[in-house]
């Protein structure tokens, strides 16, 4: 997988991670009282024995969060450095973008004969269908 496929997946990761996270918070967080005006908020549920301690779950979804963005960071840093500047770059851009138009205009004359051949055998298709439906000979 290339470099670039690397940080896209590891934006992927690093989103799933967060949404995970802001998520599992809101769920288990304990209810607090907003203002004095709201009565009190109803005693949290009793904790299950396969449920981990409130205090400890922000510190341990903060790690996995910190370290999906190190190994996002490593692969920034593994980017090759552009060589030879901005005015460089706009010239392998134009070199790209001209190659791309020559290719583009070689498969638009690929796709023109592919249709014009289709059209052939369609008619020639049609025509055999024809014969054989009235029973004629072909000529």
Known sequence: MDIISQLQEQVNTIATVAFNTFGTLQRD?????LS?????????????????????LPKLLSVDLVKAAKKFDALVAALPLSEGGEEAQLKKIAELQTEN?????????????AEKELKLVQELFNEAADNCFNLKKPD
Not at 36 to 56: A, K, L, Q
Not at 101 to 113: C, I, K, N, S
């Open 36 to 56: 004095p005006n709201y009565p009190e908020p109803p005693p949290p549920p009793i904790p299950t024995d396969d449920s981990s301690n409130f205090s400890d």
């Open 101 to 113: 138009d020559a290719v583009g205009q070689e498969l638009q004359r690929q796709l023109e004969a």
């Open 29 to 33: 967080a304990p209810p607090v009282r």
